[in-house]
C-alpha cells in the first residue's frame, strides 16, 4: 500500500512539467548593468493530455501559459529578475493566474565571448493551488557551457524543490545545441526532462523528454525565439509551442 502511495506522490511531482511558464535553456548572459530586459514567454500545448495532473489542476490540452519576465542587471555577474505575473489560458478560455517569482542569475562575466562558460540560478516560487501542489517551490539551475566556431553546447542540470528534503529534488535538466548562423540568427535543438526525484529515478516510460526545433532571431534591442517540441515519451505532451519576444531597455 506504501509503495503505491509513494509511487503516486511521485509521479504527481513531475506534473508541473506539462504545463510550464518557461521553456528555455540559459545561456550565462546577463542584462548590461543598470539596464533592464524584458523576456515574454508564451507556450501553447497543441496536443496534449485531456486530464489534469492532479486534482483540481490545469488541463493541458490546449493550454496557453505564459509570464513576463523582468530582469535587471545589476553587476557584469549578476542579475536580478521577477516573474510576474504567471499565467494560463485554459481550453474553453478560462483564465488563471498561477505564480510569480523571485529570481537570482550569477554568472562568469563576458559569457558570450568566452569559450567555456558557467553560472548558477536560484528561483523562489509562490503558487496558486492549480499550478502546484506546492504552494512554495524553488529551482537551482546550474549552467554549463563551450563554444567552439559557431556552435554552442550548453546543458542546464535543473533541480527543483518543494522542501521536502534532498532525495525529493526533482531532476529536470535542459540541452541546447545551437548553431549560430550569423550575429542574428540561430538555429538549435533543445531536448527538456523530467526523469524523477534523486532519490528514485523514474523508468524511461515514466520520464518527460521533449525535442524542440527553435529558431532564434537576435537583432538587439529585440529578439525572437520560436520553438515547436515533440513529446518522446507517452508521458509527455504530443506538441507543444514556445514564443518568446525579448528586449532591452
Request: charge should be negative.
Amino acid at each position: 500500500m506504501w509503495r503505491h502511495a509513494i509511487a503516486a506522490l511521485l509521479l504527481t511531482s513531475q506534473a508541473a512539467h506539462a504545463i510550464t511558464d518557461e521553456i528555455q535553456v540559459y545561456d550565462a548572459e546577463v542584462t548590461e548593468p543598470g539596464k533592464f530586459n524584458l523576456t515574454w514567454h508564451n507556450n501553447f500545448i497543441v496536443s496534449g493530455r485531456d486530464t489534469p495532473e492532479f486534482p483540481g489542476g490545469i488541463v493541458p490540452r490546449h493550454a496557453l501559459t505564459g509570464v513576463p519576465e523582468w530582469a535587471y542587471g545589476v553587476t557584469d555577474w549578476f542579475e536580478a529578475g521577477l516573474y510576474f505575473p504567471v499565467y494560463t489560458v485554459a481550453n474553453g478560455g478560462h483564465a488563471f493566474f498561477d505564480s510569480m517569482k523571485l529570481r537570482a542569475l550569477f554568472v562568469v562575466p563576458h559569457a558570450h565571448d568566452r569559450h567555456f562558460f558557467y553560472g548558477v540560478n536560484f528561483e523562489l516560487s509562490r503558487n496558486a493551488e492549480k499550478w502546484d501542489t506546492s504552494r512554495h517551490t524553488a529551482e537551482i539551475r546550474p549552467i554549463i557551457g563551450t563554444r567552439f566556431g559557431k556552435f554552442d553546447v550548453i546543458l542546464n542540470p535543473i533541480l527543483d524543490s518543494s522542501f521536502d528534503g534532498f532525495d525529493e529534488l526533482e531532476v529536470v535538466p535542459a540541452l541546447r545545441v545551437a548553431y549560430n548562423y550569423s550575429e542574428k540568427w540561430a538555429f538549435a535543438l533543445e531536448h527538456y526532462a523530467a526523469l524523477g526525484t534523486i532519490g528514485k529515478i523514474l523508468p524511461s516510460n515514466q520520464q518527460e523528454h521533449t525535442l524542440y526545433a527553435v529558431l532564434n532571431y537576435n537583432g538587439a534591442p529585440t529578439g525572437v525565439e520560436f520553438g515547436i517540441g515533440k513529446g518522446l515519451t507517452s508521458t509527455t505532451d504530443a506538441t507543444v509551442v514556445k514564443l518568446m519576444f525579448i528586449h532591452d531597455f
